[in-house]
C-alpha cells in the first residue's frame, strides 16, 4: 500500500511527501521522494520528524495482528499528531471491509486492533478516519490522496470498486483464464468448527475471513458509499474485477 501511495501522490503533483520507515527500501529512493529513516516507531522519534517537515497528514500502512505491537505503534502515531505542531490528522491502518457495524470481524484484525480503536473513538484533538468491496489497492490509494483536499473527514470513508458474490467473481476468473476453476464449499458449521480449535492457525485465520465474509464484514454501507463517492471521489475511476484482469496482462502492478 505504501508503493501505491506514493506513486498515487507523486502523479497528483499537489502534496509534498515524506516517508517514514525503519527499512532503507530500493523502490522509496528510486522513487525520488523524501524518506527519514527511524530506529522505532515511537513518539519521540517521529513527533519532531513530523514538525521539521511541517507535515499536515500521517498516514499509516503498518500492519500487524499482534496486539502490542499494532497498538504500541499506533499509539506512538497518534501522540505524535497530539503534540505536533502542525500535523492534526490521521489515517490509522485500518483498510478492511465494513470496520463500522462489524467491528468485531476479522477476528484475527479486531484482536489487534480493539484497544486501539477505542482510543480513536474517544480522540477529540486528532481529526482521523478509516478508509475501508472488491477494491483495487491501487484505487484505493488514489483515494486517499483525493481526500487530502478536504478539510472535514467523516469517522469512516467507504471506498469499493465492485460489490458482488464470490460465485460471481469466480465465473470472472474462470471466463477470464478461459477454463473451470475447482471450487469448494464451506457451510456455516465447518466455519464455526474451524474457529472453536485452535491447533491449526492458518485453519483458524482462513475460517475468520470466512467469518467475516458470510456476517458481511467485506460488504460496505452501500448507500454511503455512493455518496461519499459523489462527495469526495469526483474523477476517481475505481476498477471492476474485469478491468483489474485486463489490467493484469499489460502491467505487474495493478
Known sequence: ITQYLVDEFLSD?????????????????NSGVSLHLLKDYTEDEILPVLDDAKATVLISTLASNDFDLFTSMHNALLNACRGSMTCKKLIPSGYLGNMRDLETLP??????????RETLKNETDVQWTLPITWTAARDMAKAIVKLMAHEDWPQYVWVYGETGTWNEAVAKFEKFLGRTLEKTYRSKEDID????????KAKWYTATMEEWSILGGSALPMEEAIQQREKYFQGVRFRDIEELLESSKSMQII
Do not use: C, M, P
Not at 503533483?13 to 529512493?29: A, C, P
Not at 468448527?193 to 491449526?200: M, N, P, R, W
Open 107 to 116: 477476528r484475527a484484525s479486531y484482536n489487534a486492533r480493539k484497544l486501539f
Open 193 to 200: 468448527s474451524a474457529l472453536q480449535q485452535t491447533e491449526d
Open 13 to 29: 503533483g499537489s502534496h509534498d511527501i515524506l516517508v517514514i520507515s525503519r527499512t532503507d527500501r530500493e523502490w522509496i529512493r
